[in-house]
């Protein structure tokens, strides 16, 4: 007979959602400061980087936790961010609506599409309850015309005073009157992206572009990927350069396989890959259930995770 | 221009490393409450797991954190386990030596073995000023007779007395006398152990048996690998069972792949895998670079990773 004390209960499933702001400030190192201090500041949030750019007269913050957290570290991070940049005096070389610009939400881990919409809906009324006018974009969209961002930018903080007085530029929270200091925000919820290259064993750029052609959703490939040929003229080789866009859906290692596939045609193989920056430990779990066969893996069957799990537990619960 | 502020730089590479006393008491919940409390009042340390088993008088406790800080924490346990247990009146079914009997540590992920070996021999210094004799075992072992832990606990603490006055049970560590109240005490350092089992689709045994022979050591396959075959009549087909002991030099991938190529030679395919319980992020590093040719992965390229580091710097720093 054995009994366990429940000690292996307590960390509960890891649940991580991201949050990346783009604020209209680059030039004030001390003001982006306390931006970055006030995430900081949100028991259970981790700033992973942030990074100012003065040409753009912009910067951008990373940082990830369980949902509630990361809502209240962007609401901390909007206040200070409405009080440091005043817009009617903004110049910069990025397009932009309003102070703090775009808020993408970015669900990594055990958080829904349709809770991290929630987020971006309650952010939106709060943003909305501060005076400064919102628009949905991408996956939290309410209409065709406001998915792609550009779209929801054009004729940036400028226009926004004709824009808003027109039904098509009607805000989906908050006032629909100009707010001069700082501008409108853009809220909403995409999908990481992963940035994955291969490798091929040839000098002949037209078969990574055939290649590339076969896999991507622009010319009939998978739904959720991007790709283009790419000569790299210093190894004597040529890659297919992919961005996933929804590694759920069209995971890295089927995309991969179809990369080979496709190659061996052309007596091509692939001589290896690359996975560019970071990606969450979710975008490799088909891979590791299609090729180790593991049909009822769990990435938390993975020690880290647990380890996160109780970090959770004891900083954001 | 772009420049960032370092945040990115913040959460150093996650060293973990895991240590699983085994105290002889199984019986006193509340005094075993109070070894666990021990273990998680020690910042950056997480106990994953205690159990008890009151038949053999026995409890382990499972915790993973930074080399240093599970150090203390195990210094910690064995100091409250001492106070507790009173080996001279301990009765139960599982061979011992001591009152903290066996202490394994496992380097989980960016600790070298000889680093685990130091910290095994600073505990064993430790718990030798303490009074306790201490053997070393496993990888820590200092004669080749030592190595196996059966032989170690040869004779149990009954046999103790006789034993530490000869040359052969002269102890690695701590006085060569005996101590009544705690008996002796055994550290060690191995690796984690990964349970995988590969499923086939036929009912006859004799392939399983055939192929967990081709794989394992003690029949001139890996060197790291126990294997054997086994019946699932429930679902109608067979099992390669297998236990990876070193899963860096004998990956689950080469071994699977192994299995599929031998099972062929029978007709037979592997129909699914199945992990037993937990292992760590890295024993699936070299399935992630084999099958996505990912040459240069690094762990520290997975999101959770730098959640960890953080978490690290943060308590345990």
Chains 1, 2 share one sequence.
Request: proline fraction near 4%; aromatic fraction near 6%.
């Amino acid at each position: 007979m054995c009994f366990g004390q429940g000690e292996g209960n307590r960390g509960a499933a890891v649940r991580l959602i991201e949050c990346v702001p783009n604020v209209s400030e680059g030039r004030d190192l001390q003001g982006l400061q306390k931006l970055a201090d006030a995430v900081k500041g949100v028991s259970g949030v981790t700033l992973l980087d942030w990074s100012a750019d003065p040409d753009h007269n912009r910067s951008v913050f990373t940082y990830v936790g369980e949902p509630e957290v990361v809502l209240r570290a962007t609401q901390t991070l909007c206040q200070a961010a409405f009080a440091l940049v005043d817009m009617s005096r903004h110049r910069g070389a990025h397009p932009r609506l309003g102070a703090v610009d775009v808020i993408p939400f970015i669900p990594l881990r055990g958080v829904s599409k349709e809770e991290a919409l929630e987020l971006a809906r309650r952010l939106g009324e709060w943003i909305g309850a501060q005076g400064v006018p919102v628009y949905y974009y991408q996956d939290a969209a309410t209409r065709p015309e406001r998915v792609g961002l550009p779209d929801v930018r054009r004729g940036e903080y400028e226009g926004l005073v004709d824009r808003l007085a027109t039904e098509a530029g009607r805000p989906d929270a908050g006032p629909a009157e100009f707010n001069a200091r700082s501008g409108a925000s853009i809220v909403g919820v995409r999908f990481p992206l992963i940035a994955f290259n291969a490798n091929l064993g040839t000098t002949d750029l037209a078969v990574a572009k055939r290649i590339a052609e076969a896999v991507r959703f622009s010319s009939g490939g998978y739904r959720h990927l991007r790709a283009m040929g790419v000569a790299l003229e210093s190894k004597g080789q040529v890659q297919v350069s992919m961005n996933f866009v929804q590694y759920e859906e069209t995971p890295i290692h089927r995309v991969l396989e179809t990369i080979r596939f496709e190659a061996a045609r052309h007596g091509v193989e692939v001589t290896g890959c690359e996975l560019i920056g970071m990606a969450p430990l979710a975008a490799f779990e088909e891979t590791i259930r299609h090729y180790l066969q593991l049909h009822d893996f769990s990435l938390d069957q993975v020690i880290e995770s647990r380890l996160l799990g109780d970090k959770q537990t004891a900083e954001g619960g």
